[in-house]
């Protein structure tokens, strides 16, 4: 004998437990939260630390370094459940596939997105940046790290299970990155060049709820495939 | 649907299967081929000697004959190749699959060409081999999704997930190539404005239009036979000990 669970429920136990789950092994975690600093710290050894280059050039930086970390951790999304077949259970259960998707992607991204929105305005600081644009850089990091993990996904489902698997995310996501890079970053330079970010920042949010609508539904045909 | 398609009269899903497509694709090839070639150097003949020398650019323009034809097919290979993963995967149709797959790499190979003879122009015309501007980046951009499609087929050792796998992949890219020419489009306009619009009348000699058609067609033809003869390839490689293929 057993209670019927609620969709409501059975979507925050999955996510409470894939987060538990990577909390586990919070090495990884951190790995890619360390990879983030460390790799943005670089950029100014390679040019010099002039403050009015560094301050050009920290919205890009910032940005493609934020677009790597999250990339990295991608393969870690489906993986493990997928090697021990706790996915093909979770596709069997009687709730949406597409819904138990979206709430692995918002774990995924509570854990390798969200703790770069705290961290980058610290980076940020080391960029010379200004109180205006350190604000804009963090909402559109809040926005931009979810659609990243919400793209992501379709590259880690399309390649469950393959061999070098690492590489051939990269080829397969980064290009469907750029509108995030492009509207993320551009929301921070308006700023520096004194324009208004919301254009940007609206764009950003399309492409985020785009990404909300489509990018689950492309996962769970990428899921149906590699499970068949 | 076997019903449905002997009442229309013609038997139009004859074709999609495999077996009766391979000598059909065969007997199509020498045609396209043989008029590709006929019609490719016949509009290199308008382009490099017939049209007039342009007054702003001189000779160098004349290599748009090849680059706007180049840039056009990498754009509707693109599509098409869409369109057939999407056919393959609501109609679980194999042949789908196989032309989708063929296609890729004829329209990576026409992304470089309009890459490299854009830049081959843009060295005279701007001054610099690249120019980080709206239409090229959208260029470079396509290229990678080609090659997304193309790693991603060849990494999967299984023939049939691999099929599905990139398909799901190129409908994303299909997807995606709006909102990424957008994007970029929004980051950085330089480049000077479509020299061809369907709405307003063409801003170029008459002459120079159907040079650039005659190759487009051209291309076209030439697409088909190289593609065609991928597909027979696929089908020998993936089907060689089924019946049909065997000489005993």
């Known amino acids: 004998?057993?209670?019927?669970?609620?969709?409501?429920?059975?979507?925050?136990?999955?996510?409470?437990?894939?987060?538990?789950?990577?909390?586990?092994?919070?090495?990884?975690?951190?790995?890619?939260?360390?990879?983030?600093?460390?790799?943005?710290?670089?950029?100014?050894?390679?040019?010099?630390?002039?403050?009015?280059?560094?301050?050009?050039?920290?919205?890009?930086?910032l940005w493609v370094t934020a677009l790597l970390s999250c990339m990295l951790s991608l393969s870690r999304m489906y993986a493990s459940d997928y090697a021990d077949g706790t996915l093909e259970q979770m596709m069997l259960s009687n709730q949406p596939t597409v819904l138990i998707v979206l709430m692995k992607i918002l774990a995924h991204w509570m854990l390798s997105g969200l703790p770069l929105v705290f961290v980058a305005p610290l980076i940020g600081l080391q960029f010379n940046l200004s109180g205006a644009q350190l604000q804009i850089l963090a909402l559109s990091l809040l926005m931009g790290t979810l659609a990243l993990s919400l793209i992501g996904s379709i590259g880690a489902t399309l390649t469950l299970g393959i061999r070098g698997t690492g590489v051939l995310i990269a080829i397969l996501v980064l290009p469907l990155y750029i509108p995030v890079l492009v509207f993320g970053a551009g929301a921070v330079n308006a700023v520096s060049i004194g324009v208004s970010p919301n254009g940007a920042l609206s764009l950003l949010g399309a492409v985020l709820a785009m990404a909300l609508v489509f990018a689950p539904l492309a996962s769970t045909a990428a899921l149906k495939i590699a499970l068949e | 649907m076997k019903n449905l398609a002997t009442k229309s009269g013609f038997n139009w899903l004859k074709y999609a299967s495999p077996k009766t497509f391979y000598p059909l694709a065969g007997k199509l090839i020498p045609w396209c081929a043989i008029s590709a070639a006929t019609l490719i150097a016949y509009g290199l003949y308008i382009g490099l000697l017939v049209a007039p020398t342009d007054f702003q650019q001189g000779e160098g323009y004349r290599i748009i004959f090849v680059h706007v034809p180049a840039a056009w097919f990498s754009m509707f290979l693109y599509l098409l190749m869409a369109l057939y993963a999407g056919m393959g995967l609501v109609f679980n149709a194999k042949l789908s699959y196989l032309m989708a797959t063929a296609i890729a790499p004829t329209g990576a190979m026409f992304t470089l060409l309009a890459l490299v003879t854009g830049s081959l122009w843009g060295k005279p015309m701007w001054g610099a081999w690249w120019v980080w501007d709206a239409r090229l980046t959208s260029e470079l951009i396509l290229l990678f999704l080609y090659i997304g499609y193309i790693s991603l087929q060849a990494a999967i050792d299984d023939k049939t997930r691999a099929d599905k796998a990139s398909a799901v992949l190129a409908l994303v890219g299909a997807i995606n190539v709006p909102i990424i020419f957008f994007s970029v489009k929004w980051w950085n306009t330089l480049h000077q404005g479509s020299s061809i619009s369907l709405t307003k009348a063409p801003a170029m000699a008459a002459i120079m239009l159907q040079g650039m058609l005659i190759m487009a067609i051209g291309f076209w033809l030439y697409s088909i036979a190289v593609i065609l003869m991928r597909v027979r390839c696929e089908i020998l490689e993936r089907d060689s000990k089924t019946a049909m293929f065997r000489q005993d």
């Open chain 1, 1 to 61: 004998m057993h209670k019927k669970l609620s969709t409501f429920s059975v979507l925050y136990k999955i996510l409470e437990r894939d987060i538990k789950v990577a909390w586990r092994r919070q090495s990884d975690v951190m790995a890619v939260f360390f990879f983030f600093i460390i790799a943005a710290s670089l950029f100014p050894l390679g040019s010099g630390a002039d403050p009015k280059l560094l301050n050009a050039m920290a919205p890009s930086v």
